[in-house]
Protein backbone atom coordinates (compact mmCIF):
# COMPACT_ATOMS: atom_id res chain seq x y z
CA UNK A 1 0.00 0.00 0.00
CA UNK A 2 2.79 2.54 0.37
CA UNK A 3 2.87 5.87 2.93
CA UNK A 4 0.66 8.75 3.20
CA UNK A 5 2.38 11.28 1.62
CA UNK A 6 2.62 13.95 4.49
CA UNK A 7 4.55 17.10 4.50
CA UNK A 8 6.93 16.86 7.17
CA UNK A 9 8.54 20.49 7.46
CA UNK A 10 4.74 21.73 7.60
CA UNK A 11 3.60 19.04 10.06
CA UNK A 12 6.51 19.84 12.82
CA UNK A 13 5.58 23.34 12.50
CA UNK A 14 1.91 22.46 13.70
CA UNK A 15 3.07 19.63 15.88
CA UNK A 16 5.40 22.63 17.59
CA UNK A 17 2.76 24.74 17.55
CA UNK A 18 0.19 23.23 19.58
CA UNK A 19 2.56 22.01 22.26
CA UNK A 20 4.10 25.05 22.39
CA UNK A 21 0.78 26.80 22.53
CA UNK A 22 -0.01 24.70 25.85
CA UNK A 23 3.14 26.31 27.09
CA UNK A 24 4.91 22.84 27.15
CA UNK A 25 8.81 21.78 26.50
CA UNK A 26 7.32 19.52 24.08
CA UNK A 27 6.02 16.19 24.13
CA UNK A 28 6.41 12.32 25.48
CA UNK A 29 4.86 10.20 23.69
CA UNK A 30 4.32 6.41 25.47
CA UNK A 31 3.56 4.65 22.12
CA UNK A 32 5.99 4.07 19.61
CA UNK A 33 6.99 1.63 17.98
CA UNK A 34 10.78 0.93 16.75
CA UNK A 35 12.22 -2.52 16.47
CA UNK A 36 14.81 -4.61 14.44
CA UNK A 37 13.75 -4.15 10.90
CA UNK A 38 13.22 -7.45 9.78
CA UNK A 39 10.28 -7.42 12.39
CA UNK A 40 8.96 -3.97 11.52
CA UNK A 41 8.78 -4.96 7.74
CA UNK A 42 6.92 -8.05 8.46
CA UNK A 43 4.65 -5.64 10.68
CA UNK A 44 4.32 -3.11 7.73
CA UNK A 45 3.32 -6.60 5.30
CA UNK A 46 0.93 -7.78 7.86
CA UNK A 47 -0.85 -4.41 7.54
CA UNK A 48 -0.39 -4.02 3.89
CA UNK A 49 -2.16 -7.64 3.44
CA UNK A 50 -5.00 -6.96 5.85
CA UNK A 51 -4.53 -9.36 8.03
CA UNK A 52 -6.80 -11.33 9.79
CA UNK A 53 -7.08 -8.92 13.10
CA UNK A 54 -7.66 -6.21 10.64
CA UNK A 55 -10.30 -7.40 8.30
CA UNK A 56 -11.77 -5.04 5.83
CA UNK A 57 -9.67 -1.95 7.35
CA UNK A 58 -7.37 -0.27 4.52
CA UNK A 59 -4.74 1.06 6.76
CA UNK A 60 -1.57 2.62 4.92
CA UNK A 61 1.87 3.00 6.89
CA UNK A 62 1.94 6.66 6.80
CA UNK A 63 5.76 6.81 8.30
CA UNK A 64 7.22 4.02 6.38
CA UNK A 65 10.51 5.12 6.96
CA UNK A 66 14.22 3.56 7.69
CA UNK A 67 15.10 4.23 11.24
CA UNK A 68 17.55 7.37 11.74
CA UNK A 69 14.61 9.19 9.32
CA UNK A 70 11.66 8.16 11.79
CA UNK A 71 13.70 9.07 14.81
CA UNK A 72 14.47 12.41 13.23
CA UNK A 73 10.79 13.22 12.62
CA UNK A 74 10.24 12.56 16.19
CA UNK A 75 12.35 14.82 17.38
CA UNK A 76 11.77 17.69 14.99
CA UNK A 77 7.93 17.30 16.17
CA UNK A 78 9.63 18.25 19.83
CA UNK A 79 8.89 14.42 21.26
CA UNK A 80 10.90 14.93 24.03
CA UNK A 81 10.71 10.90 24.96
CA UNK A 82 9.65 7.97 23.26
CA UNK A 83 9.07 4.44 23.15
CA UNK A 84 10.37 1.19 21.11
CA UNK A 85 7.88 -0.88 22.07
CA UNK A 86 8.10 -4.41 20.56
CA UNK A 87 6.43 -7.47 21.59
CA UNK A 88 6.96 -11.61 20.94
CA UNK A 89 4.26 -13.86 18.87
CA UNK A 90 5.86 -17.08 20.15
CA UNK A 91 8.38 -18.31 22.71
CA UNK A 92 12.12 -17.69 22.53
CA UNK A 93 11.68 -14.57 20.91
CA UNK A 94 11.36 -12.17 24.09
CA UNK A 95 14.97 -11.92 25.10
CA UNK A 96 16.32 -11.52 21.87
CA UNK A 97 13.99 -8.39 21.32
CA UNK A 98 15.08 -7.07 24.54
CA UNK A 99 18.84 -7.64 23.69
CA UNK A 100 18.21 -4.76 20.77
CA UNK A 101 15.89 -3.15 22.56
CA UNK A 102 18.82 -2.51 25.23
CA UNK A 103 21.23 -1.80 22.03
CA UNK A 104 18.72 0.78 20.41
CA UNK A 105 18.66 2.82 23.96
CA UNK A 106 22.20 2.98 24.05
CA UNK A 107 22.38 4.53 20.39
CA UNK A 108 18.96 6.69 20.66
CA UNK A 109 18.94 8.43 24.13
CA UNK A 110 15.60 10.13 24.14
CA UNK A 111 14.17 6.65 23.46
CA UNK A 112 13.17 5.04 26.90
CA UNK A 113 14.43 1.77 27.23
CA UNK A 114 11.86 -0.17 26.58
CA UNK A 115 11.50 -4.54 27.04
CA UNK A 116 9.06 -7.07 26.70
CA UNK A 117 7.45 -10.73 27.66
CA UNK A 118 5.63 -13.58 27.07
CA UNK A 119 4.60 -16.32 28.97
CA UNK A 120 7.44 -18.74 28.87
CA UNK A 121 9.71 -20.51 31.81
CA UNK A 122 12.46 -18.21 31.86
CA UNK A 123 10.10 -15.06 31.32
CA UNK A 124 11.10 -13.98 35.07
CA UNK A 125 15.02 -14.48 34.19
CA UNK A 126 15.23 -11.88 31.59
CA UNK A 127 12.65 -9.54 32.69
CA UNK A 128 15.22 -9.05 36.00
CA UNK A 129 18.10 -9.25 33.06
CA UNK A 130 16.35 -5.67 31.74
CA UNK A 131 15.29 -4.22 34.69
CA UNK A 132 18.63 -4.61 36.15
CA UNK A 133 20.15 -3.33 32.44
CA UNK A 134 17.91 -0.59 33.18
CA UNK A 135 14.75 -1.26 31.10
CA UNK A 136 12.39 2.25 31.83
CA UNK A 137 8.81 0.51 30.54
CA UNK A 138 7.83 -2.89 29.26
CA UNK A 139 5.17 -3.72 26.36
CA UNK A 140 2.61 -6.57 26.67
CA UNK A 141 0.90 -7.30 23.52
CA UNK A 142 -2.25 -9.54 24.64
CA UNK A 143 -3.78 -9.79 21.53
CA UNK A 144 -0.60 -10.48 18.89
CA UNK A 145 0.67 -12.93 21.62
CA UNK A 146 -2.24 -15.11 21.96
CA UNK A 147 -1.88 -15.64 25.81
CA UNK A 148 -3.80 -14.93 29.22
CA UNK A 149 -2.16 -12.26 31.09
CA UNK A 150 -3.15 -14.41 33.85
CA UNK A 151 -1.37 -17.10 33.38
CA UNK A 152 1.11 -18.93 36.14
CA UNK A 153 4.33 -18.45 34.03
CA UNK A 154 3.99 -14.42 33.75
CA UNK A 155 2.88 -13.94 38.02
CA UNK A 156 6.37 -13.77 39.31
CA UNK A 157 7.51 -11.53 36.44
CA UNK A 158 4.64 -8.99 37.21
CA UNK A 159 5.15 -9.38 40.82
CA UNK A 160 8.73 -8.20 39.73
CA UNK A 161 7.33 -5.48 37.87
CA UNK A 162 5.67 -4.26 40.31
CA UNK A 163 8.26 -3.93 43.01
CA UNK A 164 10.62 -2.08 40.66
CA UNK A 165 7.62 0.69 39.80
CA UNK A 166 8.61 -0.04 36.39
CA UNK A 167 5.26 0.53 34.12
CA UNK A 168 3.97 -1.73 31.30
CA UNK A 169 2.32 -0.67 28.01
CA UNK A 170 -0.30 -3.83 27.87
CA UNK A 171 -2.80 -4.42 24.13
CA UNK A 172 -5.36 -5.54 26.45
CA UNK A 173 -8.72 -4.05 24.84
CA UNK A 174 -10.03 -6.30 21.82
CA UNK A 175 -9.51 -3.80 19.61
CA UNK A 176 -9.42 -3.72 16.35
CA UNK A 177 -10.67 -7.61 16.48
CA UNK A 178 -10.85 -9.73 20.02
CA UNK A 179 -8.22 -12.20 20.77
CA UNK A 180 -8.69 -15.18 22.98
CA UNK A 181 -7.76 -13.43 26.49
CA UNK A 182 -8.77 -9.71 25.25
CA UNK A 183 -10.79 -7.62 27.54
CA UNK A 184 -10.50 -6.34 30.88
CA UNK A 185 -11.37 -9.92 32.87
CA UNK A 186 -8.07 -11.35 32.56
CA UNK A 187 -6.56 -7.77 33.47
CA UNK A 188 -8.66 -6.84 36.94
CA UNK A 189 -7.34 -10.41 37.61
CA UNK A 190 -3.71 -9.59 37.16
CA UNK A 191 -4.44 -6.23 39.31
CA UNK A 192 -6.22 -8.25 42.10
CA UNK A 193 -2.67 -10.02 42.31
CA UNK A 194 -0.44 -7.48 41.56
CA UNK A 195 -2.32 -4.48 42.54
CA UNK A 196 0.83 -1.77 42.42
CA UNK A 197 1.24 -3.26 38.97
CA UNK A 198 1.53 0.11 36.73
CA UNK A 199 -0.60 -0.87 33.90
CA UNK A 200 -0.70 1.42 30.85
CA UNK A 201 -3.80 0.02 28.87
CA UNK A 202 -3.31 0.93 25.22
CA UNK A 203 -5.65 2.43 22.91
CA UNK A 204 -8.05 3.48 26.05
CA UNK A 205 -8.80 0.19 26.27
CA UNK A 206 -10.33 -0.26 22.88
CA UNK A 207 -13.55 -1.01 21.98
CA UNK A 208 -14.27 -1.93 26.37
CA UNK A 209 -13.37 1.93 26.92
CA UNK A 210 -16.15 1.91 30.07
CA UNK A 211 -14.82 -1.22 31.47
CA UNK A 212 -11.45 0.31 31.42
CA UNK A 213 -12.36 3.32 33.05
CA UNK A 214 -13.94 0.80 35.53
CA UNK A 215 -10.70 -0.29 36.09
CA UNK A 216 -9.07 2.44 36.38
CA UNK A 217 -11.46 4.53 38.99
CA UNK A 218 -10.91 1.30 41.01
CA UNK A 219 -6.88 0.95 40.68
CA UNK A 220 -4.70 3.98 41.33
CA UNK A 221 -1.94 2.44 39.39
CA UNK A 222 -3.54 2.02 36.14
CA UNK A 223 -3.33 4.39 33.61
CA UNK A 224 -4.41 4.33 29.85
CA UNK A 225 -2.96 5.92 26.75
CA UNK A 226 -4.68 7.84 23.95
CA UNK A 227 -3.07 6.04 20.91
CA UNK A 228 -5.45 6.14 17.96
CA UNK A 229 -8.33 7.46 20.35
CA UNK A 230 -10.69 9.83 19.21
CA UNK A 231 -9.18 9.69 15.23
CA UNK A 232 -11.42 9.97 12.59
CA UNK A 233 -9.71 6.49 11.37
CA UNK A 234 -11.10 5.12 15.05
CA UNK A 235 -13.99 6.84 15.71
CA UNK A 236 -15.27 5.42 12.30
CA UNK A 237 -15.43 1.60 13.42
CA UNK A 238 -14.73 2.15 17.43
CA UNK A 239 -16.09 5.12 19.04
CA UNK A 240 -15.70 6.63 21.92
CA UNK A 241 -18.59 6.98 24.39
CA UNK A 242 -19.35 10.54 24.60
CA UNK A 243 -21.26 10.05 28.10
CA UNK A 244 -17.84 8.61 29.44
CA UNK A 245 -15.81 11.85 28.59
CA UNK A 246 -16.33 13.03 31.92
CA UNK A 247 -14.57 10.30 33.34
CA UNK A 248 -12.13 10.75 31.12
CA UNK A 249 -11.62 14.00 32.36
CA UNK A 250 -11.49 13.25 35.92
CA UNK A 251 -8.93 10.45 35.44
CA UNK A 252 -6.87 13.43 33.76
CA UNK A 253 -3.57 12.73 36.01
CA UNK A 254 -3.62 8.75 34.76
CA UNK A 255 -4.19 9.45 30.89
CA UNK A 256 -1.13 9.60 28.35
CA UNK A 257 -0.32 10.22 25.11
CA UNK A 258 0.14 7.65 22.64
CA UNK A 259 0.11 7.44 19.29
CA UNK A 260 1.31 4.15 17.81
CA UNK A 261 3.84 6.45 15.22
CA UNK A 262 4.97 5.19 12.92
CA UNK A 263 2.31 2.66 12.06
CA UNK A 264 -1.01 5.03 11.60
CA UNK A 265 -2.94 5.68 8.39
CA UNK A 266 -2.93 9.28 9.27
CA UNK A 267 -0.50 12.22 10.19
CA UNK A 268 0.22 12.83 13.83
CA UNK A 269 -0.57 16.09 14.13
CA UNK A 270 -3.84 14.57 13.63
CA UNK A 271 -4.07 12.62 16.89
CA UNK A 272 -3.37 15.80 18.55
CA UNK A 273 -6.12 17.35 17.11
CA UNK A 274 -8.67 14.87 17.81
CA UNK A 275 -7.07 15.43 21.61
CA UNK A 276 -7.62 18.79 21.40
CA UNK A 277 -11.37 18.74 19.62
CA UNK A 278 -12.73 17.08 22.40
CA UNK A 279 -12.86 20.44 24.69
CA UNK A 280 -11.41 19.16 27.67
CA UNK A 281 -9.07 21.97 28.50
CA UNK A 282 -5.60 22.97 28.32
CA UNK A 283 -4.80 21.63 31.70
CA UNK A 284 -6.22 18.43 30.63
CA UNK A 285 -3.91 18.80 27.13
CA UNK A 286 -1.03 19.76 29.42
CA UNK A 287 -0.96 16.59 31.78
CA UNK A 288 -1.81 14.03 29.15
CA UNK A 289 0.72 15.26 26.30
CA UNK A 290 3.94 15.93 29.14
CA UNK A 291 3.26 16.50 32.55
CA UNK A 292 1.39 13.02 33.46
CA UNK A 293 4.85 10.75 31.76
CA UNK A 294 7.05 12.95 32.66
CA UNK A 295 6.01 12.46 36.16
CA UNK A 296 5.91 8.53 35.96
CA UNK A 297 9.69 8.45 34.24
CA UNK A 298 10.80 10.82 36.16
CA UNK A 299 11.63 13.15 33.65
Not at 293 to 298: K, Q, V
Request: aromatic share 10%; proline share 8%.
Amino acid sequence: MGSVPVDAAGEAAEVRRFWGGLGLPGLIDVHTHFMPERVLRKVWAYFDGNGPLIRGLEWPITYRLREAERAAILRDFGVRAFTALLYPHKPGMARWLNGWAADFARRTPDCLHTATLYPEPDVEAYVREAVEAGARVFKAHVQVGGYDPTDELLRPAWGLLAEAGVPVVIHCGSGPAPGRHTGPEPIARVLARHPRLRLVVAHLGMPEYPEFLDLAERHDQLRLDTTMAFTDFTEGFMPFPRRALPRLADLGERVLLGSDFPNIPYSYAHQLRALERLELGDDWLRAVCHDNAARLFGL
